[in-house]
């Protein structure tokens, strides 16, 4: 049955929120293993599935693939990894400074609105339907309202909350008018008969951009990234980790249904516009991330600027591959850097760049794990953000977009620069006076050991890359 | 397995063994360190001569190739889709630079033999950019070929930034964003050349055998020249050299000027040179005056500097310009003489740097002015510094002038794509530097170590330990050997470079 991986997960939500309800407090603990033992079995059905081959469910409702696959395995992998992120705040591991309000309480709860967000970005993917769609859509962002304003007792996480639920709303609206169009246009609420349907017009053009403007919210593109710093900024860490990768996937995720099965046959006659915004995107990015100095803000703007490279993809009708392939890089390389940062915030309260000095001898491990996701996200070889860099600067060179790809590749340079501010500190500055060394848990351990793997792996084995263009490379083809 | 791939395990897995080393014997990593390193060395001369065995064998006429000819190749398919292998293979200019490369870094561990602070680090870095350096060397798959290319340059920030002296984290910085702008000009490069030949392959051999278009070659061609020319100090991107090397701790200013600079001409003779002949030419005049301003403006900054590592900075900016003006030149002569200065070069500032390490850990400072007789304490050092000096003004019986001579001459003879008197013009310029070098060379050493001793404390020097002597002995002696018997390094890159220069 196709839809196992989803119901896994929302059975899972269930349990954990039944124990919430039942269990003693002292036996909550006990919520963690279950919500990472039913992630994992998601996951494992999900790779069931793909050695299983397509297929679909509730006569074509629900459509499994190749694309719909590596998609879910990337969210699979954020929800796992957030779900080890967050076990030390849960726990109450964590160093306690004035002024500052950290813990997470309610922790089934907490794992329930992740696991709903999670399913709702799984259904996304794999939904046929235009309403579906979009319900999907609702569901992969209304829960991270209540996650970002998760610690309700802290003014800035409050903010966080209302600043991202004013604008997810009105943009959702903007999607929503966008779809409505779309569908005026084309007669059905069905994703491929509504592709067939469509033609280039001056109201595709107007539905095209209102569809982007809300994909371009949850993807962080310039110009609607503005919320973005002070979300990750007010939001709690493992949070704000889980907003950078499975929220930034899911509307990859929209785009692709959008663009690939509904625009599929209007997508070259935009590429120029998506070019455009790929390059503002990365550009501000990264310069705005150059003047940062808390590392929260300062991610932020390094996520901006990942999702500039991302759209690269679309410049060419068989980007898909390298798009997935980024992606699932993003996720792991993200992860292993906030990773670090939830590691450190916990262990000594400091969030600052410059309180990282002298990281490398108060856990060089730790320090390494950083130095690589940072080179990872900057693009350096022979990590896999370099490999995953290159394919999607290919997808542009192939398209033509020459210009592009110096601006891509100038811009990985910047981002080296502000990297390398972290480096800098971690190895080059003299460290604090008196800092003992700090030591892991086993979940932050394991977190960054699987994802530090996997990034490591995915750069230098090819199986990864193989089997994703093997099974998308034909999406748009199929997908028609 | 083919050989060639033991070239980057063998580092690679030293510098595993380096962080494996326990923390209270630091002197355990030295050792480790210096055995990895001498058994790459005598790898890299095993390899050079059945090299020239395998050559001799194939026979064959050279003259008529215009693909190189790979030898000692293995291919193993890695990303199939994109047509990305690990393909490694040498020829001959690999093969030399190979040899460069293993000297150099034998003699830098030998050079670094009394880092004790974070030598775990050091040493380990010191190794992956080796490896690095190595991979390109050794790569056939442009991809490949870029993916070492970007290893080699990276641990450069650390291993100045934390390593290094003065402004440290200004040149480091300076020094990684300046490279990696040019990669990035190499990337979009390479892309364009790979979709123009069809998205199937990255093989540098299957490329050259695209005939690209005019147009195409005219604007990728000198983003790929300049791409490379930053590492290879060109005008006027250069100015991330003088700060990285004053900056660098000793055996890093050596493989980096030594080595890594190398890349960069290797890089513009491989990739933009063999793959774009059209573009080539018509840019072989703008090229030509840059290197020539390249040569003739490091030289007389070269005499207004008084810090020695400033000094040798410039001078290895003024001799980087020989190997780009050799192949700008654009015909066998030009080409080979690049080669040779690569290696010459090489070789010459290694031992630069390498003394320039030894004195300022004697007598704590760099600076011309202040330094004086010095010759009388520590003899063997001062020896070996001017034959590094002689031989970077290109005395005769030193490889230095093997190396001018034939860029000289491959100047002067010229290509029917620039104007005869202005090529003429050029290199007439560029010989001039050699008068200008011959002034700042003998003037700075004579200020250094002849004359009155100018401080009481240099009174005090001991010469060379037995480390230091051997790592100037090495590169003391391959100076004279190629010096004086050129066919040790001629007979193994003519055969490579014939097929490169036959596309013109």
Redesign the interface.
Known sequence: MYIQPEIIVVVTAFAVLGMEMFLPPRHRVLETPVCLLGLSTALASVVYLMIQGDGNFLDGQFLFDGVAGWFKVSFLLAGLLTVLLSADLLNGRFKIVAGQDRELIHRGEFYTVVLFNLVGSMFLISATNLINLYVCLELATIPLFALVAWRRNDPLSCEAGLKYIILGATLSAVVLFGLGLLYGLSGSVDLFTMGDNLSFGPATKLAIAMVVVGVGFKLTLVPFHMWAADVYRGAPLPVAAYLSVASKAAGLAFMFQLFYRVLGNVLLDVSMAVAVLAAVTMTLGNLVAVVQTNVKRFMAFSAISQAGYLIMGFLAPDGAPSMVYYMLVYVVTNMVVFGVLVFYLNETGREEIEDYRGLSRTNPWIALVLMLGLFSLAGIPPLSGFVGKFFLFSVASKAGFHWLVAVAAVNSTISLYYYLRIVRQMYIEPGFENDPPLRASVSIVTALGVSTVLMVVLGIVPFFYETIYEQTHNWIASSH | MSWLSLLILIPFATALAVVATPDSKWYLRRWVALFGTGVVLALSLVMSVSYMQVVQQRGGDASVLTISQMEFEQSI??????GIEYHVGVDGIAMAMIVLTAIIIFTGVLASWEVKERSR?FYAFLLVLVTGVFGVFISVDL?LF???Y??AV?PM??LI??WGTGR??YSA?KL??ML??G???V??GM??L??AAG?QTFDLNKLAMVDYSRDLQQWVFPCVFVGFGVLGALFPFHTWSPDGHASAPTAVSMLHAGVLMKLGGYGVLRVAVYLMPEGAKQWALFFLVLTTINIVYGAYAAIRQTDLKYFTAYSSVSHCGFVLFGLCSLNLMGFKGAVIQMFSHGIMTGLFFGLIGMVYGRSKTRDLTQMGGLSKRIPWLATSFYIAGLASLGLPGLSGFVAESTVFLGGFFGNRWVDATTMRICTLLATSSIVVTAVYVLRGLSRVFQGPMTKPEFSQMQDATIPEKLCTGILVATLAIVGMYPPVLIDLIEHAILPIANRF
């Open positions: 398919p890695w990303f199939k889709s994109m680090e991809f870029f993916l070492f970007e290893v990276l920030y650390l930034g934390v440290k984290e910085m990684t964003l990696m702008v990669s990035a000009l990337l979009v892309l364009a790979y979709h998205s």
